[in-house]
């Protein structure tokens, strides 16, 4: 049985919404597309690269992110660029209702109930499934308690607005720190692994008789 890892870009308000450029996602009036870009640097560059090329063995998107991926990494054929060889090649699996076929190099559709059709893939495959992107896809794997680890980049940015990470509804459950480190510009890298249920305590006084 694979395990599944949630990678996600997020300003320090939680929001994931296109960090990748203004016409990214522009759902709701997102304004703030592409708040992402000025924090990438040689640190950040590298972090991504081993996360992919030590971390990833399968792809895992929704429909909007898959459309977006499909027309760019094609177009990056540099040998060198590792990450662009690494998402080109390897096995992608995108939960979609409204797809019929897709064109990007070894890439499977997902039909039917999205967390369904994941759980059975968590067990067909071995390995790591990772997701980029996909916050529609991400909610309804938190609510179904999916989620075995994640890797959150937090930008030192607040915006205010756009889609979260977490949004109501997401499976209560406690993790723990299993790495840290941070990019020269400020940009926090954290892993999480799934432990289980929340445990609870309290901080009040007895009530006196």
Not at 160 to 173: E, H, I, R, V
Request: charged share 20%; with cysteine.
């Amino acid at each position: 049985m694979s395990k599944l890892i949630v990678t996600a870009f997020i300003t320090m308000d939680g929001v994931m919404q296109a960090p990748g450029g203004p016409n990214e996602d522009v759902d709701a009036g997102f304004a703030h597309g592409g708040w992402q870009v000025p924090y990438v640097d040689d640190d950040f560059m590298d972090l991504m690269t081993r996360v992919f090329e030590q971390s990833a063995d399968h792809l895992l998107l929704g429909r909007k992110t898959y459309d977006i991926f499909a027309a760019h990494w094609p177009r990056v054929t540099n040998e060198d660029d590792s990450i662009a060889v690494k998402l080109n090649s390897m096995p992608k699996y995108v939960a979609s209702r409204t797809l019929d076929s897709l064109e990007w190099n070894n890439s499977h559709l997902l039909k039917g109930d999205a967390a369904d059709s994941v759980a059975q893939l968590k067990k067909q495959v071995d390995g790591v499934i990772m997701t980029q992107g996909s916050s529609d896809l991400i909610a309804t794997l938190q609510q179904h308690d999916l989620v075995d680890e994640y890797r959150l980049l937090v930008n030192p940015v607040v915006l205010g607005t756009g889609k979260p990470l977490f949004s109501q509804g997401a499976a209560a459950t406690a993790w723990r720190l299993t790495e840290s480190r941070a990019t020269s510009v400020g940009v926090q890298y954290c892993a999480y692994e799934r432990v289980g249920k929340p445990e609870y305590g309290t901080f009040m006084l007895d009530e006196e008789g």
